[in-house]
């Protein structure tokens, strides 16, 4: 179950934003996370990890608060391939006008077929 850490971490922790703690469990987007097993058919006891979860909503408000912070100045935006090179998440920072910022000939090939 994806619920409130027991540390000193709550939903205060976390900004306004497509996550959000709901009755002290994990929301994104409105979905429960810890409805995710039966979402995408894992049954009870099979592991569910590494499960990554994306907000499209999330990431894009990020990238338009960049823009809108640095629409005065002459900039570019860079997305480091190498943070994440899950297809969607750059054809989303593509689909935006960010920048591939890349260290190796694999991470610019990926950059590339997008």
């Not at 593509?94 to 190796?104: K, P, Q, R, W």
Request: aromatic share 8%; proline share 3%; charged share 20%.
């Amino acid at each position: 179950a994806v619920t409130a850490p027991a540390s000193n971490m709550t939903h205060k922790h976390l900004r306004d934003g497509a996550f959000r703690y709901l009755d002290n469990t994990l929301h994104c987007e409105g979905v429960n996370l810890t409805s995710l097993g039966s979402l995408l058919g894992v049954e009870d006891g099979e592991d569910l990890t590494p499960c990554y979860i994306y907000s499209r909503k999330q990431l894009l408000e990020n990238i338009r608060s960049y823009k809108s912070a640095f629409a005065s100045l002459s900039h570019r935006i860079g997305f480091s391939v190498k943070s994440n090179y899950n297809p969607a998440i750059l054809k989303l920072m593509y689909d935006e006008g960010l920048n591939a910022v890349t260290v190796s000939g694999n991470e610019i090939k990926l950059a590339l077929r997008v």
